[in-house]
C-alpha cells in the first residue's frame, strides 16, 4: 500500500525542561482544563497517543502535586506553532491520564524508521523573513523556523520518507510543508511504540538552537506532528 501524505496544513525557550508524554487513559482520552483541578473547565479533549510536552517547571513549583501543565499544537500538525511557544495550546492534565514516551516500548528501526534525504542548502529558492533587526531567520516558505538563532542552515532536507512495520511496500511520504520548520535536521530518531502508534522523537539543533520533535503515525499515516522541549 502506497500512501502519500498530501496535507496543506501540519518549542523551543530558554531552558531544557519540558519532557514529551502521550496521552493514556482507560476512557480513550483525556481532557485538558483550564486550571489544575477535576472541576475546572474543560478546554479540550485528546485521544489516546496524541503527545504532549510537560511543563516541568510547574512540577517543580508545585511539588506534590497530581496535575501537570501541558503543550501542544493548536492542530494536529503544529502548523501554527512558534519557537517562543505562544502558539501552542496549553492547559492541565491529571498525571494519571499520560505516559512519558521513554517509557513506551522501544522499536527497531527495522519496524518503523523515518528517513530524510539532505542536500546542501540552498537560499535562491525560497522565501525567508528574518526578524527585525536581527541576522535571525524568523520563516521559511511561511513556516516559522525553530532554528532562527542558529544562522543560516548548512543543509536542507529534500525529501522525507516514513517506512512502517518494516516493510518497504508500506511508506509514506512527508510533504515538504512539514519540513521547512527543520531543514536542519538529520537522520538521528529514537523509536517506540503504543497500541497501534509509532513514534520517532529527534532533536533538530543543538546547543541554545535546540528543539526536539516527535512524529506520530498509525497505520493509516501521519497522525501528529509537534515540536518543542525547551521551556
Known sequence: MKLILTFSLLLFVYSTNAQFAVVSSDDGCADVRIAPNSIAKISSPLQNNIAVLIDE?????????????VYFG???YCFDCTPDMTQHASGYI???????????E?????IFNIVYTLETFDPSDKNMIYDEGRDAI??????????????????EIVKAVAFLQGSKDTYFYISMDFLWSILHADNHFTYYKNGDSYFAVQQVG??????????????????QRLMGGRL
Open 138 to 155: 524568523e520563516s521559511i516558505n511561511g513556516r516559522a523556523f525553530f532554528g532562527a538563532d542558529c544562522g543560516t542552515p548548512n543543509t
Open 94 to 104: 491529571h498525571k494519571s491520564q499520560l505516559k512519558v514516551l521513554e517509557a513506551l
Open 57 to 69: 517547571n510547574y512540577a517543580d513549583d508545585n511539588p506534590g502535586t497530581e496535575w501537570v501543565r
Open 206 to 223: 543543538e546547543g541554545a538552537c535546540a528543539t526536539d520533535l516527535v512524529w506520530v503515525f498509525e497505520p493509516r499515516g501521519l497522525k
Open 74 to 76: 493548536q492542530e494536529p
Open 106 to 110: 522501544p522499536v527497531a528501526d527495522t
